[in-house]
């Protein structure tokens, strides 16, 4: 975990890593609500939960 502090508490390239995160979870959701099949709503679903457990990287990392 400490090779990841660097990255996490270094301001410019972690905004733009949850930037990007940002942009992907909007196209995410865009999908959920097209989605018509139940296996591919909840493969959406997972990919939004990780989306998600990336952006609390940085508290992970630092242990907040």
Known sequence: ???????????????SFVKELEVRLE?????LEQVTETEELHRLQGVARTLRAFMRLRDDVNGS
Request: proline share 5%; glycine share 0%.
């Open 27 to 31: 196209a995410n959701h865009k999908q």
């Open 1 to 15: 975990m400490n090779k990841l502090k660097m990255f996490v508490n270094n301001p410019e390239l972690w905004e």
